[in-house]
Protein backbone atom coordinates (compact mmCIF):
# COMPACT_ATOMS: atom_id res chain seq x y z
CA UNK A 1 0.00 0.00 0.00
CA UNK A 2 2.52 2.99 1.42
CA UNK A 3 4.77 1.61 -1.90
CA UNK A 4 1.37 2.01 -4.31
CA UNK A 5 1.35 5.51 -2.75
CA UNK A 6 5.22 6.05 -3.36
CA UNK A 7 4.93 5.42 -6.90
CA UNK A 8 1.92 7.53 -7.59
CA UNK A 9 3.26 10.61 -5.61
CA UNK A 10 6.41 9.94 -7.72
CA UNK A 11 4.73 9.44 -11.47
CA UNK A 12 2.69 12.90 -10.92
CA UNK A 13 6.11 14.74 -10.35
CA UNK A 14 7.06 13.39 -13.86
CA UNK A 15 7.16 16.57 -16.18
CA UNK A 16 6.70 16.94 -19.51
CA UNK A 17 8.59 19.57 -21.62
CA UNK A 18 7.27 21.94 -23.55
CA UNK A 19 9.57 23.81 -25.79
CA UNK A 20 8.49 27.36 -25.03
CA UNK A 21 8.35 30.61 -26.82
CA UNK A 22 12.01 31.62 -25.11
CA UNK A 23 13.76 28.31 -25.41
CA UNK A 24 13.28 29.27 -29.27
CA UNK A 25 17.53 30.41 -30.15
CA UNK A 26 16.63 31.65 -33.61
CA UNK A 27 18.56 29.29 -35.56
CA UNK A 28 16.32 27.40 -37.64
CA UNK A 29 18.16 23.93 -37.89
CA UNK A 30 18.74 23.64 -34.31
CA UNK A 31 15.60 25.26 -32.92
CA UNK A 32 13.58 22.48 -35.22
CA UNK A 33 16.17 19.56 -33.90
CA UNK A 34 15.31 20.69 -30.05
CA UNK A 35 11.49 19.65 -30.63
CA UNK A 36 12.59 16.54 -32.09
CA UNK A 37 14.81 16.07 -29.23
CA UNK A 38 12.06 17.73 -26.79
CA UNK A 39 9.60 14.73 -28.50
CA UNK A 40 12.28 11.72 -27.58
CA UNK A 41 13.25 13.09 -24.04
CA UNK A 42 8.82 13.12 -23.42
CA UNK A 43 8.60 9.58 -24.95
CA UNK A 44 11.08 8.96 -22.38
CA UNK A 45 9.20 10.49 -19.69
CA UNK A 46 6.01 8.78 -20.52
CA UNK A 47 7.46 5.52 -20.25
CA UNK A 48 7.36 5.95 -16.13
CA UNK A 49 3.58 5.77 -16.28
CA UNK A 50 2.80 2.62 -18.74
CA UNK A 51 3.92 -0.81 -18.54
CA UNK A 52 5.88 -1.08 -21.32
CA UNK A 53 8.38 -4.27 -22.37
CA UNK A 54 12.21 -3.85 -21.28
CA UNK A 55 12.82 -4.11 -25.02
CA UNK A 56 10.58 -1.25 -25.58
CA UNK A 57 12.22 0.89 -22.88
CA UNK A 58 15.97 0.28 -24.32
CA UNK A 59 14.21 1.28 -27.70
CA UNK A 60 12.91 4.64 -26.05
CA UNK A 61 16.36 5.49 -24.58
CA UNK A 62 18.18 4.50 -27.47
CA UNK A 63 16.03 7.04 -29.47
CA UNK A 64 16.75 9.94 -27.52
CA UNK A 65 20.31 8.78 -26.85
CA UNK A 66 21.19 8.63 -30.34
CA UNK A 67 19.15 11.99 -31.11
CA UNK A 68 21.19 13.68 -28.83
CA UNK A 69 24.91 12.51 -30.37
CA UNK A 70 23.50 13.54 -33.66
CA UNK A 71 22.03 16.88 -32.30
CA UNK A 72 25.38 17.83 -30.28
CA UNK A 73 27.41 17.26 -33.50
CA UNK A 74 25.26 19.00 -35.91
CA UNK A 75 25.26 22.16 -33.17
CA UNK A 76 29.27 22.07 -32.55
CA UNK A 77 29.67 22.09 -36.25
CA UNK A 78 27.74 25.19 -36.96
CA UNK A 79 29.75 26.97 -34.25
CA UNK A 80 33.09 25.53 -35.39
CA UNK A 81 31.71 26.87 -39.01
CA UNK A 82 30.81 30.12 -37.59
CA UNK A 83 33.86 30.66 -35.26
CA UNK A 84 32.08 30.50 -31.95
CA UNK A 85 34.58 31.70 -29.28
CA UNK A 86 32.95 29.66 -26.62
CA UNK A 87 32.96 26.28 -28.34
CA UNK A 88 35.55 24.55 -26.37
CA UNK A 89 33.14 25.38 -23.19
CA UNK A 90 29.94 24.30 -25.19
CA UNK A 91 31.64 21.43 -25.85
CA UNK A 92 32.61 20.66 -22.77
CA UNK A 93 28.95 20.88 -21.39
CA UNK A 94 27.57 18.64 -24.38
CA UNK A 95 30.52 15.71 -23.21
CA UNK A 96 29.21 16.43 -19.59
CA UNK A 97 25.63 15.72 -20.32
CA UNK A 98 26.43 12.82 -22.61
CA UNK A 99 28.80 11.19 -19.76
CA UNK A 100 26.00 11.20 -17.10
CA UNK A 101 23.45 10.41 -19.36
CA UNK A 102 25.57 7.54 -20.19
CA UNK A 103 24.99 6.47 -16.57
CA UNK A 104 21.51 6.60 -16.13
CA UNK A 105 21.50 4.35 -18.95
CA UNK A 106 23.77 1.63 -17.37
CA UNK A 107 21.81 2.03 -14.75
CA UNK A 108 18.73 1.02 -16.43
CA UNK A 109 20.69 -1.66 -18.16
CA UNK A 110 22.09 -2.61 -14.86
CA UNK A 111 18.47 -2.40 -12.81
CA UNK A 112 15.72 -2.22 -14.96
CA UNK A 113 13.48 0.10 -15.14
CA UNK A 114 11.66 2.34 -12.02
CA UNK A 115 9.48 5.10 -11.12
CA UNK A 116 13.13 6.14 -9.53
CA UNK A 117 14.70 5.85 -12.60
CA UNK A 118 12.59 7.67 -14.72
CA UNK A 119 11.61 10.54 -12.31
CA UNK A 120 15.69 11.41 -11.93
CA UNK A 121 15.95 10.81 -15.80
CA UNK A 122 13.15 13.17 -16.26
CA UNK A 123 14.13 15.51 -13.68
CA UNK A 124 17.74 15.54 -14.30
CA UNK A 125 17.66 15.72 -18.05
CA UNK A 126 15.03 17.71 -18.36
CA UNK A 127 16.09 20.27 -15.84
CA UNK A 128 19.49 20.46 -17.97
CA UNK A 129 18.27 20.77 -21.05
CA UNK A 130 16.37 23.50 -20.56
CA UNK A 131 19.01 25.43 -18.52
CA UNK A 132 21.28 24.43 -21.29
CA UNK A 133 18.80 26.00 -24.12
CA UNK A 134 17.97 28.99 -22.69
CA UNK A 135 21.69 29.88 -21.82
CA UNK A 136 24.30 27.96 -23.51
CA UNK A 137 22.41 27.36 -27.36
CA UNK A 138 20.56 31.33 -26.92
CA UNK A 139 24.02 32.73 -26.27
CA UNK A 140 25.29 30.89 -29.14
CA UNK A 141 21.99 31.92 -30.92
CA UNK A 142 22.96 35.52 -30.46
CA UNK A 143 26.84 34.87 -31.98
CA UNK A 144 25.25 33.07 -35.19
CA UNK A 145 22.87 35.73 -36.00
CA UNK A 146 25.22 38.42 -35.57
CA UNK A 147 27.41 36.54 -37.81
CA UNK A 148 24.75 35.64 -40.75
FE1 LIG B 1 24.22 23.05 -26.97
Known amino acids: ?9 ILRRIQMLTLSKDMEIGVVKIDNQHKELVNRLNAVSAMGS ?5 EETQKTINLLSDYVVKH ?3 EELLQRQSGYPKYDWHKEQHNQFINDFQQLRNEFLKNGSS ?4 LTLSNSVIDWVVRHIKFADAEFGMHYNRTH
Open 115 to 118: AKFT
Open 50 to 54: KSISR
Open 1 to 9: MLITIYYII
Open 72 to 74: FYD
